[in-house]
């Protein structure tokens, strides 16, 4: 069945780099695109970028700046960083799965991050 | 960027009440999706395409609406339909989420 699931560390330093793995099974990546998606605790989640099935990557101008997203379809994984973090994007982060019509149709059970010192 | 604003931000029913939230777009959109998240889990897609429901939904929900301003309605609340909700466009681009109606049971 679909599964996607993220990794990465709970606590990072404001001005350090955020490096999370998105490790999918059931699909294929070269098939379907995956999504990052972050919820801040208590409010509505926002779309950061996405990596598109053929390689191709887009992202929200509000983090282009600070975000990459990346994958390796030999170890069916996706990538992100983000750098320069401050406390505002504390919150749990998602990858999600998007199919041809159906954009976000599974998620990950999130990763959350904390940005603090 | 599309802005969804979403009304009520939080609600109470009771058991057999008819619920309806209601997601207004800042500019025209072709469809609203809807997903339905509980506390501690991911969400969960519940609506798409406007008024289809996801596999799963009980029939009990039902999605309409146009243009800038769509809604979810339950046609009789029930315990289990306590939990948040969050409308999403998808027809521009970024897609982009409604701060969310969260819903309690009285």
């Known amino acids: 069945q679909v599964q996607l699931k993220e990794s990465g560390p709970g606590l990072v330093q404001p001005s350090e780099t955020l490096s999370l793995t998105c490790t999918v099974s059931g699909f294929s990546l070269t098939s379907y695109s995956v999504s990052w998606v972050r919820q801040p605790s208590g409010k509505g989640p926002e779309w950061m970028g996405r990596m598109w099935y053929d390689g191709d990557t887009a992202y929200n101008s509000a983090l282009k700046s600070r975000l990459s997203i990346s994958r390796d379809t030999s170890k069916n994984q996706v990538f992100l960083k983000m750098n320069s973090l401050q406390t505002d994007d504390t919150g749990t982060y998602y990858c999600?799965?998007?199919?041809?019509?159906?954009?976000?149709?599974?998620w990950g059970q999130g990763v959350m991050v904390t940005v603090s010192s | 960027e599309i802005v969804l604003t979403q009304s009520p931000t939080t609600m109470a029913a009771s058991p057999g009440e008819k619920v309806t939230i209601t997601c207004r777009a800042s500019?025209?959109?072709?469809?609203m999706h809807w997903f339905q998240q509980k506390s501690g889990t991911s969400p969960k897609p519940w609506i798409y395409?406007?008024?289809k429901l996801a596999s799963g939904v009980p029939d009990r929900f039902s999605g309409s609406g146009s243009g800038t301003s769509y809604s979810l309605t339950i046609s009789s609340m029930e315990a289990e339909d306590a939990a948040t909700y969050y409308c999403?466009?998808?027809?521009?681009?970024?897609?982009?989420f409604g701060a969310g109606t969260k819903l309690e049971l009285k």
């Open positions: 999403l466009q998808r027809s521009s681009y970024p897609p982009t």
């Open positions: 999600t799965r998007d199919g041809p019509g159906r954009d976000f149709d599974y």
């Open positions: 500019s025209s959109v072709s469809y």
């Open positions: 395409d406007t008024s």
